[in-house]
C-alpha cells in the first residue's frame, strides 16, 4: 500500500508542483475577488474578509520564490556600448532561432544575405535554462527616441544570483568575444553619423587582398611580418607591461591604394574596421567615446587626418578635439583599455603632420604609398588582364612608366576598360603617352609663366589653390590636373590673373 506522501513523490518528476500551483492560482485568485466583491463585502464581516485576504497571500507567498532582477543597459553611464548587452542579443537570437520561439518575434532578410534572421522583440519574455535555472529575459526601451535607455531585464529566482553573475553571464560573452574572432566572421566595417552618432557596420566585402595590391614587394613583405610579430606578441606586450596595439602611417598621393592596403590589413588579420571621419565638431570627450566604444581586434581608421581639421592645441577642448586629444586616443591612457587594437592614419603629405604624432609608439610603421612602378603595373595588369610572364606592349608601356606619374587607381581604371588583351593594352599606352605630353605641356607653362616674370612655378600654383583654402587633396587632384595632358590651359590668360593677382 502507497502512502500518499510516496504516491505523491513517485509523481513528482511528471509534474512541476510551482507549475502545478501556479495554473491553480486564477482559482484562488477569483475566491478572493469574490470576497472582495462589494456585494460579498456587504455580506460578510471585514475581519473575514481581511482574514481570508491576508491568508490568500500566505499562501501564494509559500509557493513562490523571490525574484532577481538584472538590468543589463546597451550604454552605460561614459554613454558607450556595453558588451554584455551586445552578447545578451546575439545569444538570444542564437536561443530562439535554435530553440522554442518566443510568442512574438521579428523576421527579417536583406540583400543577398543568404538565410533570414529572427530577433526578439520587445517586452516579450524569452526563457532560457542554464544547469536547472530558469531565467527571464525582456527586453526594453527600443523604441525610445534616446537609445541609450534601451536594456535587458533578466529575471530569476533568488539564491542563484552567484551561479548567474560567475558562470551564466561569463558564459555568454566568452562565446560571444570567440564568435566574433571566428575566422569564418565576415569582417564589419563601422562607420558613424556625425559626432555624436552611434557606430552602425555593414558587413565588409571588400575583396582586396595582399597579392592583389602594388606596392613595393619589400615594403609589402615588411609589412605582412610587421603584422604577423604584432599578433603573436600578447604576452610580450603583457610582459613589458605595454598596450597591445600597433601605429600605421600610409602616406602618399589619392589612388595609390592607402584605401585597398587597409583592407588588405582587415581581411588579412579578420580584424573589424572603424572609419572615423573627424570633423571641427568632435570634442576630445567624443574621440574618447568613441576609442572606448570599439571593439578588441579591431583597425581604428581616420583618412586624411591633415584634412579633418586643422590640428593643433590653441583650440579649447570644449570647441573640438586637439592634438593632445588625439594623441590621447594613440597612445596615452585612453588607449590601453582593449586588446589587439590598430590604428592607421593616413595623409597625402607626411611632412603636414605634427612630428609628435609621428613618433615610434604612436606611429609605428611609416607606409608610403607610391605611384605606379613596373612591377606594380605588371601585377595590375597580371589581377586585370590574366596576363601570365611577358606581353608584346610592356617595354613600350615600362619605358613610359619611367617618364610619368601615374597612380595605380589610374592604370586600374584603363584595364578596367573594355576589349581584348592587346586593345586595353594599347589604351594604357595611349594614355600614357598623353600624360607623357601633359609633363611637357606643363613644363612649358612654367617656362612661359617663367619668361613673363611671374614668380610662380606649378608648385606655387598649388600653393595658391591651398590659400584659397581648398583642401589638400582637392589641391592635389587640381596639380595633377594642370600636368595632364586633357587640360587646355589658356597660358596667357592665366599668367595675367596671376598678375593681377600680385602672386
Ligand atoms: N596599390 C594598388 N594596388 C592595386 N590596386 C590599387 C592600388 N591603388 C589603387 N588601386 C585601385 O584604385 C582604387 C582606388 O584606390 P584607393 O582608394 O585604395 O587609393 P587611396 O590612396 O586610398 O586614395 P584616396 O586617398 O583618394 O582615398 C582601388 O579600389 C583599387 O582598385
Known amino acids: 500500500m502507497f502512502t500518499f506522501r510516496e504516491m505523491f513523490a513517485s509523481l513528482a518528476p511528471f509534474f512541476n ?89 521579428k523576421v527579417s532578410k536583406v540583400g543577398r544575405q543568404n538565410e533570414s534572421a529572427i530577433d526578439i522583440v520587445e517586452n516579450e519574455d524569452v526563457i532560457d535554462i542554464f544547469e536547472g535555472i530558469r531565467l527571464n529575459w525582456k527586453l526594453d526601451g527600443e523604441d525610445s527616441d534616446n537609445d541609450s535607455d534601451t536594456y535587458f531585464e533578466l529575471s530569476f529566482d533568488k539564491g542563484f544570483e552567484n551561479k548567474v553573475l560567475e558562470s551564466y553571464i561569463p558564459g555568454i560573452v566568452d562565446r560571444y568575444e570567440s564568435s566574433q574572432n571566428d575566422d569564418n566572421v565576415a569582417v564589419k566595417l563601422y562607420s558613424r553619423d556625425g559626432s555624436y552618432g552611434d557606430w552602425s557596420h555593414v558587413i565588409f566585402k571588400h575583396p582586396f587582398t595582399f597579392e592583389k595590391l602594388a606596392m613595393d614587394s619589400k615594403q609589402k613583405e615588411m609589412l605582412i611580418k610587421d603584422l604577423n610579430r604584432f599578433i603573436g606578441r600578447k604576452d610580450l606586450y603583457e610582459n613589458v607591461g605595454k598596450a597591445w596595439k600597433r601605429g600605421y602611417l600610409l602616406y602618399g598621393p589619392p589612388g595609390t591604394g592607402k584605401s585597398s592596403l587597409i583592407a588588405a590589413m582587415a581581411n588579412y588579420l579578420k580584424f573589424n574596421i572603424y572609419d572615423l571621419k573627424l570633423s571641427g565638431r568632435c570634442t576630445d570627450e567624443d574621440l574618447r567615446s568613441i576609442l572606448l566604444s570599439t571593439t578588441n581586434r579591431s583597425i581604428l581608421v581616420i583618412e586624411d587626418i591633415d584634412c579633418g581639421a586643422e590640428l593643433d592645441d590653441q583650440r579649447t577642448e570644449s570647441d573640438s578635439f586637439t592634438l593632445s586629444g588625439l594623441l590621447n586616443i594613440i597612445d596615452g591612457l585612453w588607449s590601453n583599455c582593449g586588446q589587439e587594437r590598430i590604428i592607421v592614419l593616413t595623409t ?11 613618433r615610434p609608439g604612436r606611429m609605428d610603421v611609416h607606409v608610403h604609398m607610391s605611384y605606379c612602378t613596373i612591377d606594380g603595373f605588371e601585377l595590375l595588369a597580371s589581377n586585370y588582364l590574366q596576363i601570365e610572364g611577358d606581353h608584346h606592349l610592356y617595354r613600350q608601356i615600362k619605358g613610359l612608366l619611367k617618364n610619368v606619374e601615374v597612380t595605380p587607381a589610374e592604370i586600374a581604371g584603363e584595364l578596367l576598360k573594355s576589349g581584348g588583351t592587346d586593345v586595353v593594352l594599347r589604351g594604357v599606352v595611349e594614355f600614357l603617352e598623353q600624360r607623357e605630353l601633359g609633363k611637357a605641356k606643363a613644363a612649358e607653362l612654367k617656362e612661359l609663366l617663367k619668361r613673363a616674370d611671374i614668380d610662380v612655378d606649378a608648385e606655387g600654383i598649388v600653393k595658391f589653390l591651398k590659400q584659397k583654402k581648398l583642401e589638400n587633396v ?30
Open 17 to 105: 508542483f510551482r507549475e502545478m500551483l501556479a495554473s491553480l492560482a486564477p482559482f484562488f485568485t477569483a475566491a478572493v475577488v469574490i470576497v472582495l466583491s462589494p456585494f460579498v463585502k456587504e455580506h460578510i464581516p471585514s475581519a473575514v474578509s481581511d482574514y481570508l485576504v491576508s491568508m490568500y497571500e500566505k499562501w501564494v507567498s509559500r509557493f513562490s520564490t523571490p525574484q532577481v532582477t538584472l538590468v543589463i543597459e546597451e550604454k552605460g553611464d561614459l554613454k558607450v556600448r556595453n558588451q554584455i548587452y551586445d552578447a545578451a542579443r546575439a545569444h538570444l537570437r542564437t536561443l530562439i532561432t535554435k530553440s522554442t520561439k518566443p510568442k512574438r518575434f
Open 348 to 358: 597625402y603629405d607626411k611632412d603636414k603632420l605634427d612630428p609628435a604624432l609621428l
Open 474 to 503: 582637392k589641391a592635389a587632384k587640381a596639380e595633377q590636373l594642370l600636368n595632364s595632358g586633357d587640360t587646355d590651359v589658356d597660358v596667357e590668360g592665366l599668367c595675367q590673373n596671376f598678375q593681377a593677382k600680385k602672386i
